[in-house]
């Protein structure tokens, strides 16, 4: 097993080239280190609170918990990262009309962790594996990745196709990094957590985006229902699920979601068409042709 501490690509087409050629990269100081320490401030009361997972996926040494968007001003700051979001829409959109935030968990691995089995977090969903990339993960270190505290370990190479084998080529990477770095990596790669062989706690954040048409991993109407969600910019809004995604899906009463955002809701509602161009052009012409 390696340790990486030199996958350092900074234009976005290196960044593309590694993500799609390795099924993974490092993103060096997207944002500020203070930053990163203010929002793990934030959040301490609750990674104190939050009860250990109960699973050997999860791990009885391990802290979850989500809907981070309203427990920390600085979270969005992760979600909307323009980096971050023009990568993962460049990746993502050959397949989606738009896409959508996933999840953002934070996760802290405490000392006696195991190693976590190695998975690819595709198989969320029964699609089609091997032609599709559902979804690009970014974890956000809170405290430095080390091997000896549970660093991820990716399998380089592993997505794609490559998910189709049933076994397991390549040399893991342990990816040692900072607080303010992003590691992407696709749906489809292999990857998990390492064994925490230290005496301290390994803290991230983990944000997630996938295609705008799949059910997400965290339920985020829940999460963020419209009177919390009124509160967003409206991009940021959009993002965790309040528009449509074309043809008509996601919709409130036949209308963008959105809709219920504004300061008064309309107690009634004329659905309106949502279409992608070419079906709006069939209908049309299915109109055309019968008006002859």
Not at 80 to 102: F, K, S
Not at 218 to 243: C, H, K, M, S
Not at 269 to 286: F, N, T
Request: hydrophobic share 40%; glycine share 6%.
């Amino acid at each position: 097993m390696n340790t990486n501490a030199a996958q350092q690509p900074t234009a976005s087409d290196e960044v593309m080239a590694q993500l799609m050629k390795q099924g993974w990269c490092v993103m060096r100081q997207l944002i500020p280190a203070e930053m990163m320490e203010e929002l793990a401030a934030d959040l301490r009361r609750r990674f104190d609170a939050t009860p250990f997972c109960t699973g050997d996926f999860y791990g009885a040494h391990t802290k979850r918990f989500g809907s981070l968007l309203k427990r920390s001003p600085h979270a969005e700051m992760l979600v909307r990262c323009p980096e971050i979001v023009a990568t993962v829409e460049q990746v993502l959109e050959p397949w989606c009309d738009t896409v959508q935030l996933n999840l953002a968990q934070a996760i802290a691995i405490h000392p006696g962790a195991p190693v976590q089995f190695p998975h690819r977090d595709q198989d969320m969903w029964q699609g089609v594996k091997g032609e599709v990339e559902y979804l690009v993960n970014v974890m956000w270190p809170l405290t430095a990745f080390t091997e000896e505290n549970g660093a991820t370990i990716i399998y380089p190479a592993s997505h794609g196709a490559e998910a189709l084998r049933e076994e397991v080529t390549g040399t893991p990477v342990i990816v040692v990094c900072d607080p303010g770095d992003a590691i992407l990596f696709l749906g489809s790669t292999l990857h998990g957590a390492g064994t925490n062989r230290s005496s301290t706690v390994r803290e991230a954040i983990l944000v997630s985006y996938c295609l705008g048409w799949l059910k997400p991993y965290e339920n985020q109407w829940l999460a963020y229902p419209p009177e919390i969600a009124r509160t967003f910019d409206p991009e940021l809004a959009a993002l965790v699920g309040y528009r449509q995604h074309r043809p008509n899906l996601g919709n409130y009463e036949g209308v963008c979601p959105s809709v219920l955002l504004q300061d008064k809701v309309p107690e009634h509602i004329g659905a309106i068409d949502a279409l992608s161009p070419d079906q709006r052009e069939a209908v049309a012409q299915h109109r055309s042709d019968q008006e002859v």
